[in-house]
């Protein structure tokens, strides 16, 4: 007879509070025993080895991101970097190139000085605002005008000579003809005979002409030209042109002298303008010609 038996509908345990509790205190076991002996030290290494692979792989796109933006930051930093530097080559650069134009004005400066502790007018320092673009004048704009004393037909000098003349003014600026303007002509000399002449700006760029000379006259390239102070607006003595050469017309009896100025315009910004007394005709405004009264 088969024997009754009762049906078990559920598997009889340990309640989940039990297991719970137990797994508390095998855990709180495993500390005490980790921090009191190194007893799970050989454990602890064998699972660090083998989940290495797996730490390194999820970590791996965090390290790649991190490369991408430490590369990015220094290629930043980098170009910071070198704009900088180019920046501070190019602003040693200009400091460099100012104090070697300071250098060059004061010893400019110096020797206008000299020049006016050697002539025996009054003169006015002026400096140049800027130069008129104009093909068929040369003309510069000073920063000083009749408020300073300045009227036209004063003559402009620098160390090397006669620059040119004052043809305009207005009470704070003031213009000047150059040497070699065609308008402008001024009473000479030859330092080495005496010979009187006359020079004028020349068509030639950047010369002056000695016109209307006989063929036989004496003259030959490398005479220097000063003022002869005839007319009394240039003092006698200044230094004017050096004869290039001469060219004579056996045929036409005349003869035509070629001169470079000895002064230098065109290097400068700094010049002097003589205080010379002007007749009351010759302050007329824009009138170039004052030098030619003989």
């Not at 100012?98 to 002539?119: C, G, K, P």
């Not at 006259?217 to 001469?246: E, N, Q």
């Not at 045929?251 to 035509?256: D, E, H, I, P, R």
């Amino acid at each position: 007879m088969q024997e009754s038996g009762t049906i078990k509908l559920f598997k009889r345990g340990p309640t989940a509070e039990l297991r719970l509790f137990i797994f508390v205190l095998l855990a709180l076991g495993l500390l005490i025993i980790d921090a009191r002996w190194p007893v799970l030290n050989p454990a602890r290494q064998a699972i660090s080895v083998v989940i290495y692979p797996f730490q390194r792989a999820i970590l791996a796109p965090r390290d790649a991101v991190e490369r991408v933006r430490n590369w990015a930051d220094a290629a930043a930093v980098a170009q910071k970097e070198k704009e900088a530097l180019q920046r501070q080559r190019i602003e040693l650069a200009q400091i460099s190139t100012h104090a070697a134009q300071l250098a060059t004005e004061n010893e400019q400066l110096r020797r206008l000085l000299s020049v006016a502790d050697a002539v025996l007018q009054p003169s006015v320092a002026v400096e140049v605002l800027y130069e008129p673009s104009n093909a068929f004048s040369h003309h510069l704009i000073f920063n000083k005008g009749s408020s300073s004393g300045i009227l036209p037909g004063m003559p402009v000098i620098d160390e090397g000579g006669v620059v040119g003349q004052i043809v305009r003014v207005t009470p704070f600026t003031s213009e000047a003809a150059l040497l070699t303007d065609d308008k402008v002509s001024i009473p000479v000399q030859a330092l080495r005979n005496g010979l009187r002449l006359i020079a004028f700006g020349g068509t030639v760029p950047g010369k002056v002409e000695v016109r209307y000379l006989t063929a036989d006259v004496d003259l030959v390239p490398g005479d220097t030209l000063i003022t002869s102070g005839i007319g009394g607006l240039f003092p006698a003595g200044l230094s004017v042109a050096k004869i290039d050469r001469v060219d004579r017309d056996a045929a036409s009896g005349f003869a035509l002298a070629i001169a470079s100025p000895l002064s230098h315009p065109e290097r400068h910004r700094h010049f002097l303008v003589l205080r010379v007394d002007i007749p009351a005709q010759e302050q007329q405004e824009g009138d170039p010609h004052g030098s030619q009264a003989e």
